[in-house]
DNA sequence: ATATTTAATCGCAATATTACGATTAAATAT
DNA sequence: ATATTTAATCGTAATATTGCGATTAAATAT
């Protein structure tokens, strides 16, 4: 075992894992942040950022980008990374419905 | 290696990690989402719900509770789980930050 | 008292994640 | 042409996660 059965799930439910299990790791949280706050996204600037090893801070790079919260463009001898802005809206208002649904509070079954 | 090294992050970095990886499993997901949306909540209707064995889901129930998402309570035979509200309302606002740092799109660095 | 129901925990196997050093590939300097 | 810089990938070790069946513990029925 050791693998998630997917099949058991609704599309969204499983889309909503999908991005936090991406997110699930302070470095890649370190990561978003440093994106979101700085100008700099050269791949070294993000390592720094990280503090691992450049090969972990690739990895977790590369997970991001495949979950759509970041993309990278090539620019000479470095790679810039910057937030996919139209993935990250639609995260946004995912994770935005989902914690939105605790609402009524009339059920007391607890 | 296979351990996460959280010393290097800030507390924040760290709990939006944890938070998302008790999220980051679409059983855990379809937990919550069925404890949102229904009045039942005994673990019983939860293991029908995500379609796992009892074992395995009292085990996703018990990482959403580490995580403080629910709370459970023992109910004669049964076991009573519900969304802790109080956590709840403080983990929403901690996401829509951090999906809310995304606005100054005047950064065109890719 | 004994049986039944419910849910947590244990033990185990399969797989995934995290981390690093070493290597590779591509672009740019010298 | 050769060296340097940058970042991806490979290989590997340590650890974590996922899932299930079996067992255990506690409450309630019989």
């Not at 937030?83 to 605790?102: G, H, P, R, T, V």
């Amino acid at each position: 075992m050791g693998v998630a059965k997917k099949e058991l799930f609704t599309k969204e439910q499983n889309q909503i894992a999908a991005i936090a299990k991406a997110l699930s790791h302070p470095a890649r949280i370190a990561i978003v942040q440093a994106l979101l706050k700085s100008d700099a996204c050269v791949c070294g600037y993000l390592v720094e950022q990280t503090g691992l090893a450049q090969s972990t801070t690739s990895q977790h790079l590369k997970e991001l980008k495949n979950a759509g919260i970041i993309k990278g463009s090539v620019e000479g001898v470095n790679v810039c990374y910057c937030i996919d802005e139209k993935n990250w809206n639609k995260y946004k208002q995912l994770f935005n419905k989902f914690f939105a649904a605790f609402e009524n509070t009339d059920k007391q079954c607890c």
